[in-house]
């Protein structure tokens, strides 16, 4: 099964995202495969084909790791298309300073490694992905989405969740493993 971990989002968040997301798909409903609501998350770690068995000591390790957190403070939302010369993603990057966060991705990280995962060694970036673009985009329809306003200042998170991903032809479908509030 391929899995990854993610940050939940609050309803009311996941709902101002999701309109936003339902204007770009009235405005541009082709080139692009939008993210339904319910498979808005805040991305932070993906592990990938994960053998069942070690699911347990995965989950333990997180919920121990996530234990030390109260709530995160997410701030400054902004709309961006990666990467710039051809584009392939739209996502919402979001802004956290707590170094406690980086800290456990990186304990999280040496973890997956030392059970024989292959992990991006890429630094965390906080985001939220609204579409994949399958086809090039007018520019006036990237220009559309880099300049929208969102509704959204800040918000907090207090649940972290192991999703198993299933490829469906309409779509990923995410199923919760397990889920820890913090």
Do not use: C
């Not at 609050?10 to 319910?38: L, Y």
């Not at 966060?101 to 992905?129: A, P, V």
């Amino acid at each position: 099964m391929r899995t990854f971990i993610a940050l939940d989002l609050p309803e009311n968040i996941r709902e101002d995202i999701a309109g936003v997301v339902s204007n770009f798909r009235s405005t541009s409903p082709f080139g692009v495969n939008w993210v339904p609501k319910e498979n808005l998350h805040i991305t932070f770690q993906f592990i990938g084909e994960t053998k069942e068995e070690d699911i347990p000591e995965i989950a333990e390790f997180i919920e121990n790791s996530f234990s030390e957190l109260s709530t995160l403070l997410f701030t400054d939302p902004r709309l961006e298309i990666l990467p710039g010369r051809n584009p392939k993603i739209i996502w919402l990057r979001l802004e956290n300073n707590d170094n406690l966060i980086l800290k456990i991705s990186k304990r999280l990280k040496s973890k997956l490694r030392q059970m024989g995962y292959k992990i991006d060694s890429r630094r965390l970036r906080f985001h939220i992905t609204l579409g994949r673009i399958k086809k090039r985009l007018p520019e006036n329809t990237i220009k559309q989405i880099l300049t929208t306003e969102l509704k959204i200042n800040s918000f907090k998170v207090v649940k972290v969740v192991l999703y198993k991903g299933l490829l469906k032809p309409l779509g990923p479908r995410y199923i919760e493993v397990i889920n820890f509030n913090f």
